[in-house]
């Protein structure tokens, strides 16, 4: 069983940029390939990035490619989703999940571990 935290969710105007964090408890973190999703008001939970268990991969939905950057601190049981040049469309509110180690995928339902989500609000 893993435990996930999201935290560093709020407010940003369009254009700034904001640093989600993921913090992971329970059995051992690098066991773990990560991913980040959102889900926006009205619409399904949608793939953002994912990222392999030792974070020499990554990979990422099209409308963030080149704005977010996600990494990983296996020794801090944390993974990260840097978000830049945000957007109003970008709103959401974002989870961490957790795939089998040798997962590359996007698809969710591969995601067995997900933490509560944290609230993500772009102002236009």
């Known amino acids: 069983q893993v435990q996930l935290v999201e935290s560093g969710g709020g407010l940003v105007q369009a254009g700034g940029s904001l640093r989600l964090s993921c913090a992971a408890s329970g059995r051992t973190f690098s066991n773990y390939a990560m991913g980040w999703f959102r889900q926006a008001p009205g619409k399904e939970r949608e793939f953002v990035a994912r990222?392999?268990?030792?974070?020499?991969?990554?990979n990422y939905a099209d409308s963030v490619k080149g704005r977010f950057t996600i990494s990983r601190d296996n020794a801090k049981n944390t993974v990260y989703l840097q978000m830049n040049s945000l957007k109003a469309e970008d709103t959401a509110v974002y989870y961490c999940a957790a795939a089998n180690r040798y997962y590359s995928g996007s698809d969710q339902n591969k995601y067995n571990y997900w933490g509560q989500g944290t609230q993500v609000t772009v102002s236009s």
């Open positions: 990222i392999s268990w030792s974070g020499a991969t990554t």
